[in-house]
């Protein structure tokens, strides 16, 4: 079956530090791909999307590229906000449009940005 | 923000108690999805909806029914609630033509004591 591994956390920085957020994935055919992002006492919003190989998405700063070689979708900002802290979800769907969209989630990775 | 609203937002209630929680949306989507979050293990999906009556299970269905008698309203029923069942709940919606862009209701704790 799909699964998603993403690094450990939490993870700790410093404002204006470079994140990276590994997520790997494992997947029969050709999934998109997805990073989501939980603020404290809230639901999880999507972040970026991409829906096929070597696609990047972006949104607010943020970067994933989609590499099918790898099977990494790996998030990264090149400055971080005390505002990015949060816990970011990577998750994949192997189902098209038209059809409702199963979501597969990683375990979830806790960022704290200090100043 | 999206239309989504969960009820209660905590609940407290024993073991062996019967327990449902209400979904409900005003944005007309028409896929609804349960799910729970739970420490190391993400989120994982519970049960979703299609459309008006039509649903199916997902990953962690066991103990779990819903219902979907119209397009706002999602019900999740715990028949009988046990400790393991001590959760966070989050309800999402979709539309057909971006499914995987779902929208995500503020979340129930609850906790089955």
């Known amino acids: 079956g799909n699964s998603v591994t993403q690094m450990e956390g939490p993870v700790t920085l410093s404002e204006e530090a470079f994140l990276t957020i590994n997520c790997t994935y494992t997947a029969t055919g050709y999934p998109s791909l997805f990073w989501y992002v939980q603020y404290p006492g809230e639901g999880l919003q999507l972040l970026l999307k991409a829906t096929k190989a070597d696609d990047k998405g972006s949104n607010k700063g943020f970067e994933a590229t989609y590499r099918k070689e790898t099977t990494s979708f790996h998030l990264e900002k090149g400055s971080v906000q005390v505002s990015d802290s949060a816990v970011y979800f990577c998750?994949?769907?192997?189902?098209?449009?038209?059809?409702?969209?199963?979501?597969?989630f990683g375990t979830g990775t806790r960022l704290q940005v200090t100043l | 923000d999206a239309g989504i609203t969960q009820s209660p937002r905590h609940k407290v209630t024993e073991t062996g108690t019967p327990v449902t929680l209400r979904c409900h949306q005003t944005e007309n989507h028409r896929y609804m999805y349960w799910y729970r979050q739970d420490p190391g293990h993400g989120l994982r999906l519970i049960h979703y909806?299609?459309?008006?009556?039509?649903?199916d299970k997902g990953e962690v269905s066991d103990g779990y029914s819903v219902s979907r008698s119209k397009t706002e309203d999602f019900l999740l029923t715990l028949e009988s609630a046990t400790s393991s069942q001590t959760s966070v709940y989050f309800c999402?919606?979709?539309?057909?033509?971006?499914?995987?862009?779902?929208?995500f209701g503020p979340g129930t704790r609850l906790t089955v004591t």
């Open positions: 998750a994949l769907s192997d189902g098209g449009t038209g059809t409702a969209s199963k979501l597969t």
């Open positions: 909806s299609y459309g008006v009556k039509d649903t």
């Open positions: 999402a919606i979709s539309e057909p033509r971006t499914p995987y862009e779902q929208y």
